[in-house]
């Protein structure tokens, strides 16, 4: 069965950095498009960052752009998004997702998600 699973969470002062990893089984990772998607507290899920299946490729929401980069590395099936200059409105559960093949970038399966707390 499809499996995602966050990892690299943690607690950062304010301007540092981070970088969170997914690691993909049960399904053909290289032949996916993947997202990175956050949820803070009391607010609904917000898209971060998206990739192509090989990787050439990739989208930002404009809170992140120039901040966080996205990457995978298909021989080892995982994702990573690196998180830089981090504030304390970045704070938030921090998921992988598949991306549903031809519907856009509608998600098909999440993680369990990484805490990522900015605070000093």
């Known amino acids: 069965q499809v499996q995602l699973v966050e990892s690299g969470g943690g607690r950062v002062q304010p301007g540092g950095s981070l970088t969170v990893s997914c690691a993909a089984s049960g399904f053909t990772f290289s032949n996916y498009y993947m997202s990175w998607v956050r949820q803070a507290p009391g607010k609904g899920p917000q898209w971060l960052s998206g990739?192509?299946?090989?990787?050439?490729?990739?989208y930002y929401a404009d809170s992140v752009k120039g901040r966080f980069t996205i990457s995978r590395d298909n021989a080892k099936n995982t994702l990573f998004l690196q998180l830089n200059n981090l504030k304390p409105e970045d704070t938030a559960l921090y998921y992988c997702?598949?991306?549903?093949?031809?519907?856009?970038?509608?998600?098909?399966?999440w993680g369990q998600g990484t805490q990522v707390t900015v605070s000093s």
């Open positions: 990739i192509t299946s090989g990787g050439s490729i990739t």
């Open positions: 997702a598949r991306v549903a093949p031809l519907q856009g970038w509608k998600i098909d399966y």
